[in-house]
């Protein structure tokens, strides 16, 4: 049986590879026709080009949206950095060569911000709420997604859901890997402190409500699955079932494909 990481990169680089194969797929049914001067033919080509236009064209725009909320978000967290506690907490953890800031924020926010630069962002209102400890878990599990550069994966996977809408095989495996991103760096915060405890004590205030501004930009501790997490929690020693439901969104990707292919053929 596989493990869940190995769960993981397989749904992720067979998603992947079937975009890429589909797209590749796509690509060259409408050069041959164009240059066989078949082009026109049948509606499946012409639909076929008109999805690759719309995919290319929306992958663009959400890039371009992407750079600009974590610009934005950037800014916003300069604008209102505590220099005090940011100063403090990137000495303290100067060995984890991260960079760590301190905004003056009255909500619980721990995040990962940046695709190919990630960084690390804390509210006051996190270190008024939460113990030192309770700290040093957020940290730890915002570390996790900042060395296994999380933020990129799930950019990239969410820009294919996203700009492919008509393989809605994609969106399950998106979801799945999300909800395992949290569960591994929950699951690395306990291994460091070596106790459940002060992870499972914040996952309790975030449940209770605690306020958690949203950013879109980011990778949030409060993201997602907190009752898988919640779940990790309680038996840590124990693997949690995340369920991958691929069923209908597989042969609903698999009819769209072949109607394509006969459309394609006649």
């Known amino acids: 049986m596989m493990s869940p990481l190995a769960k993981v990169r ?5 998603t992947v590879l079937l975009v890429a ?18 082009w026109g033919a049948g509606c499946a080509s012409g639909l076929m080009l008109g999805l690759l236009i719309y995919s290319c064209g929306r992958m663009l725009l ?27 907490l990137q000495e303290e953890y100067r060995a984890w060569h991260t960079e760590i800031l301190v905004v003056r924020d009255k909500g619980v926010v721990g995040l990962t911000i940046g695709l190919f630069r990630p960084r690390i962002i804390l509210s006051t209102g996190t270190l008024a709420q939460c113990s030192a400890e309770e ?8 570390l996790h997604h900042c060395r296994k550069r999380d933020n990129l994966k799930l950019f990239l996977l969410t820009l294919l859901a996203e700009s ?8 399950p495996v998106l979801a799945y890997v999300h909800t395992w991103q ?13 106790t459940s405890l002060h992870v499972g004590a914040v996952l309790l205030k975030l449940a209770g409500g605690a306020g958690t501004p949203e950013y879109g930009a980011a990778l949030q501790f409060a993201g997602t699955a907190l009752d898988y997490r919640m779940l990790q929690v309680i038996s840590p020693e124990e693997e949690v079932q995340v369920p991958l439901k691929l069923q209908r969104p597989f042969l609903v990707t698999c009819c769209f494909l072949l109607l394509l292919m006969v459309g394609g053929s006649s």
């Open 10 to 14: 397989v749904s992720y680089g067979l």
């Open 21 to 38: 194969a589909v797209a590749g797929w796509m690509s060259g049914t409408v050069a041959l026709e164009t240059v066989g001067g078949a």
């Open 62 to 88: 959400r890039i371009l949206k992407q750079w600009r909320l974590t610009v934005k978000g950037l800014r916003l967290f300069h604008s209102c950095l505590h220099r005090g506690w940011t100063e403090r």
């Open 135 to 142: 700290v040093k878990g957020i940290l730890l599990h915002e």
């Open 164 to 171: 492919f809408f008509y393989l809605p095989v994609i969106k």
């Open 182 to 194: 949290e569960l591994f760096a929950d699951s690395f915060a306990i291994r460091q402190m070596g």
